[in-house]
């Protein structure tokens, strides 16, 4: 004999972001069909991000400099990657 699972109802309203992720910390999704609805959706990535591995006082020595110069850390990594690239790769691509 199978006990059937109790489910608590959906509060009609949470008082904080906090409060609704508390509840479905603790509920299942799926414990819910009739609340939920499937709605399609299209994106578009617009930008690439790669992630390379450094030494630590390297990352240090850019940050430090980005900092000092006002620009974004991966804007002074490109700047100084595309400095020693070949000329004919130096030019900013984009691929759409």
Excluded: C
Excluded at 27 to 52: C, M, Q, S
Excluded at 69 to 96: D, F
């Amino acid at each position: 004999m199978s006990k059937k699972k109790q489910i608590d109802p959906i509060p009609e309203e949470f008082s904080s972001y906090e409060e609704a992720a508390e509840f479905w910390d603790t509920h299942d999704t799926t414990d819910y069909p009739d609340a939920f609805r499937t709605v399609k959706v299209e994106g578009e990535l617009r930008n690439r991000h790669y992630e390379i591995e450094i030494e630590a006082d390297v990352a240090q020595a850019l940050r430090r400099q980005a900092r000092q110069s006002g620009v974004k850390l991966s804007q002074l990594a490109s700047q100084l990657l595309r400095q020693h690239l070949p000329p004919r790769l130096k030019a900013k691509t984009t691929k759409v």
